[in-house]
């Protein structure tokens, strides 16, 4: 580690601040070049604690910048991890306060829950499958902390990856007689199609990127316990909306998700 606890605490509270109050900051690598990735991982850490402080409750993991859409459109080569908390849980069919956020965009996602645990080294795509519990769509809506989303990787992850509030909707299915590679995803905006993408656009597989994060988190000694709902990433890239947009998004086999902005 680069940072001492104090830095990494103080820097918690700078990039949550900037969460909570809507207001937009300059990435925290400008001030700390040396920041290593266990640093900006800790920084996460410590938003988490922070939240669960405040008895928010931790009730996702999500994997960001796993599609090559994704990764061009942010220029970065790694996918990276965070979670998401009870108050960014929004209803399917409601309204999204774009007051409450800085500069959102919505990402098309396929998300799983598992029902056994998962724990690196060595998960892969067959096991994670094997303990899958169920599938369901979902639709992220990420708002980087950073001013105009120009950042780095390890900002981000400090940034807990832009998580900002998440929808789930359409019809939970079980894994058997699901192809995930092929899943059809269609995006719309206010009636036009924007985006459209299959589940392959995740690393190959989006249970690949679920295999990741079990990698990820059993390098640090930690697992995904069962039932755990996990997002596995933008199958295309980020949509910009404002307020007055509608979002609609259609997944194969699994139904629509939509939302609208206010
Ligand atoms: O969920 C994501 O893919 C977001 C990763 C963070 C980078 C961004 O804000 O686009
Ligand atoms: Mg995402």
């Not at 900002?155 to 990856?161: E, F, G, H, P, R």
């Amino acid at each position: 580690m680069a940072l001492d606890a104090a830095t990494i605490a103080q820097l918690a509270e700078h990039v949550e601040a900037a969460e909570l109050n809507a207001r937009d900051i300059t990435k925290i690598t400008d001030e700390y070049p040396a920041m290593s990735w266990d640093d900006a991982y800790a920084i996460q850490d410590a938003i988490r604690a922070r939240k669960e402080a405040r008895g928010h409750k931790t009730v996702g993991l999500k994997c960001g910048l796993t599609s090559r859409a994704k990764m061009k459109q942010m220029g970065v080569e790694v996918p990276c991890f965070g979670f998401v908390s009870d108050y960014m849980s929004c209803a399917e069919g409601s309204d999204i306060d774009t007051a409450r956020l800085i500069h959102p965009k919505v990402e098309a996602e396929i998300c799983i829950v598992t029902k056994a645990p998962l724990r690196g080294p060595g998960c892969h795509v067959g096991a994670v499958l094997a303990a899958i519990d169920f599938v369901l769509p979902g639709v992220e809506i990420i708002d980087s902390r950073y001013r105009d989303f120009r950042f780095d990787l390890k900002s981000v992850i400090a940034d807990n990856t832009s998580a900002a509030r998440f929808v789930v909707g359409g019809r939970p299915r079980n894994v058997e007689g699901l192809d995930l590679r092929t899943l059809g995803v269609v995006m719309e905006k206010n009636g036009r199609i924007v985006a459209m993408a299959a589940g392959a656009a995740v690393l190959g597989h989006p249970a690949a990127a679920v295999a990741m994060l079990a990698n990820h988190l059993g390098a640090r000694g930690q697992e995904i316990p069962a039932g755990s709902f996990i997002m596995t990433g933008g199958v295309t890239e980020a949509i910009a909306v404002q307020a007055g947009d509608q979002v609609a998004v259609r997944f194969q086999d699994l139904g629509t998700v939509s939302m609208r902005f206010a």
